[in-house]
């Protein structure tokens, strides 16, 4: 069985050989020993995780912002329009988790499909996220929590934010404090800290529960005032629609960590794409509930910005009200602080696992059988971060994570669909047990065919006579190789133009301080070069690879390629919008990854030493790597064997 070197990888090769080095979707069945998370979680943990993480305290805000500001008495069509264009990374989501179940969420995905360098900056990325989102959500809990107290300093000293004497800097140990709670509570296992978050999650959902039915209640009594506003349903049209669903849209961010826990669910194939769909489905009637019964109690206008719920029953005389949706907001903020911590720590060991980082992280603790290491030093840091800086304003930070993460998902499922790969690194134990089965293939020849034929190149000389008895039957198969290869150019070349038409196009439309000439000439080239990508990839026929790509069986995403690529589209749009200052600072943070990974990851990656050949290759010396030891062990040699006589 000969070895090809020509795959994505190579020995070391370049820089550029590097960065396409890509890990074979079941990676996980040649986890060390001792790397094992424990499989704890069923469906109904996923979605009590999915949902926790999803449902923060900024709906308890959105619908009055939104409202007032875009989208009038239809807030419940902006969250709609947001709610489905969340499901289209989640259905990319879904069956990329089912088909590679493994630790690293949108990391281990574009390692698999897209190549080593890109999947290096979506982790790096993904740290910055829930390290930012997790530090950012705790230094909103001690505001909210203060209003048990009688205000908004009246918190006990020790909890209370102080400013530091010759610094400008307020410090915040309540949220410190709490971040370092939720760290020791996920150290403790997955089973253990998924329990208090499904509880924590049930208390939140119960009172969005008392907002809808009390809401319902004082809707019937006044005849929904809300609706009967003399704007209409929509006083600022369908672009304030659509700009509210923009905002609201990141309020459904967060399903996305149910699958950086894949690999510790007990049939993720069944349970990971039912755990993602039922969380985003259950997010989404819930928030359109909500802003259904308070815009109908309260006129769009009247909202306070702030405090919408809360202003609300207590216009209508319900001020005890406030203390149920603020106990709300507060169970909201730490189950979304555990959902923000949770994913950091099996990023890391994914990344610690494919020698991108230090082998600490990639420790997992005998006993609760999680990354107790990665856990401890990611909470550390998020309570330093918590505890020292107002990163209010590094939030739109997050923002870019998570959508890199989800623009990068749905390009992998293109490449899964379309283009998915044909090679795959073949470990060095493997090499070795390949020589072995070539060695044993060559015994078994000796035997079967004598000792006139016994060498290779005889052996290949009556492969080659058999091949040749029927040239009609080769050629078919090379013009069938070759045609096939076509193909997979076509394709590749087509997902190319389609992720540059998807940036021409969204770059122009959001560039209007652009004359009108330009901004249409860009719009036009981008939204041409889209639409006959796209019609390419219709006419061409999908991968047959991709029916035993990973793990076969699970969930497929349906419209393919219409789905992936508006995806695209439309997280390519929303990260254009999200600012300067933003892209600024996530620059300066992904420069510094650039130089990590080329000073350390690089030369350090698992798949330095690794030789790409056919998938089919690695299948045969896997399955065969095993017996022939086992032949090679129990071989008895005949001369040395008493018992064997000689009959002749």
């Not at 259905?91 to 281990?108: D, Q, V």
């Not at 194939?269 to 819930?286: E, F, K, N, T, V």
């Not at 419209?559 to 200052?581: H, K, Q, R, W």
Request: glycine share 10%.
């Amino acid at each position: 069985m000969a070895l090809d070197g020509g795959g994505g990888g190579g020995r070391g090769g370049g820089v550029f050989r590097s960065l396409m080095r890509r890990k074979p979707a079941d990676s996980d069945r040649v986890r060390a020993e001792g790397q094992q998370l424990a499989k704890e979680l069923n469906v109904l943990e996923l979605i009590a995780i999915g949902v926790g993480s999803t449902i923060g305290a900024g709906v308890y805000v959105l619908v009055g912002t939104v409202a007032r500001e875009h989208a009038g008495p239809a807030l419940t069509v902006s969250f709609l329009i947001a709610g489905i264009a969340a499901a289209l990374s989640a259905f990319c989501y879904a069956e990329l988790a089912s088909r590679c179940p493994s630790a690293g969420s949108a990391y281990h995905y574009t390692y698999v499909c897209v190549g080593e360098g890109v999947a290096w900056l979506i982790g790096w990325a993904l740290v910055l996220e829930y390290t930012i989102g997790g530090s950012a959500v705790a230094r909103g809990i001690s505001p909210n929590l203060a209003l048990f107290f009688g205000g908004p300093d009246s918190l006990p000293w020790i909890l209370a934010r102080h400013q530091l004497p010759w610094f400008d800097v307020i410090v915040d140990p309540c949220a410190a404090a709490l971040v370092l709670v939720v760290s020791v509570l996920l150290c403790l296992g997955i089973k253990e800290s998924s329990f208090v978050q499904g509880i924590v999650t049930t208390l939140n959902a119960c009172v969005m529960i008392f907002v809808i039915v009390a809401g319902c209640y004082i809707g019937f009594q006044i005849g929904w005032d809300g609706y009967k506003v003399t704007d209409g349903y929509f006083p600022y049209g369908v672009n304030g629609v659509l700009a509210g669903s923009a905002t609201v849209f990141f309020a459904y961010i967060g399903f996305d960590t149910v699958a950086s826990t894949a690999e510790e669910v007990k049939n993720p194939q069944r349970d990971l794409p039912m755990g993602i769909g039922a969380a985003l489905s259950i997010c989404c009637l819930l928030y359109m509930m909500v802003s259904v019964v308070i815009v109908g109690i309260v006129p769009y206008s009247a909202m306070d910005p702030d405090t919408p719920i809360s202003s609300a029953f207590a216009k209508h005389g319900m001020q005890w009200a406030m203390y149920v949706v603020t106990s709300g907001a507060v169970l909201a903020l730490c189950s979304t602080l555990m959902g923000s911590l949770l994913p950091q720590p099996r990023i890391l060991m994914a990344m610690a696992r494919d020698g991108l980082l230090p082998s600490f992280f990639s420790d997992v603790n005998k006993q609760t059988q999680v990354p107790v290491k990665g856990t401890i030093v990611a909470g550390i840091c998020a309570a330093a971060l918590a505890f020292f800086m107002d990163v209010s304003q590094l939030a739109g930070m997050v923002s870019i994570g998570t959508l890199l993460a989800f623009t990068i998902v749905a390009v992998s499922i293109l490449i899964l669909r379309y283009v998915p790969p044909d090679d795959a690194p073949l470990p060095s134990s493997l090499q070795e047990s390949s020589h072995l089965n070539q060695e044993y293939d060559e015994e078994k020849g000796r035997d079967l065919l004598g000792d006139e034929i016994c060498n290779k190149s005889q052996i290949k000389d009556l492969i080659v006579e058999e091949s040749m008895k029927d040239p009609l039957l080769e050629k078919k198969q090379y013009t069938g190789m070759m045609d096939e290869m076509k193909r997979r150019r076509i394709a590749a070349f087509s997902i190319g133009s389609v992720c540059l038409g998807v940036l021409v196009l969204t770059s122009s439309a959001s560039a209007t301080w652009l004359p009108f000439l330009p901004l249409c000439i860009g719009c036009i080239i981008g939204g041409l070069l889209l639409i006959a990508s796209l019609g390419i990839l219709c006419s061409i026929d999908q991968d047959d690879g991709r029916h035993s790509f990973g793990h076969a069986g699970g969930f497929t995403c349906p419209f393919v390629p219409f789905l992936p690529v508006l995806c695209i589209l439309i997280n390519t749009y929303l990260l254009i919008n999200l600012g300067g200052d933003a892209w600024m600072r996530v620059s300066i943070w992904l420069l510094i990854g650039v130089l990590v990974y080329i000073f350390y990851g690089r030369t350090r990656s698992s798949l330095i030493d690794v030789v790409y050949v056919p998938v089919a290759q690695v299948n045969d010396c896997r399955s065969s790597s095993g017996s022939v030891d086992e032949a090679h062990a129990n071989a008895i040699p005949v001369d040395d064997d008493p018992t064997i006589v000689d009959s002749g």
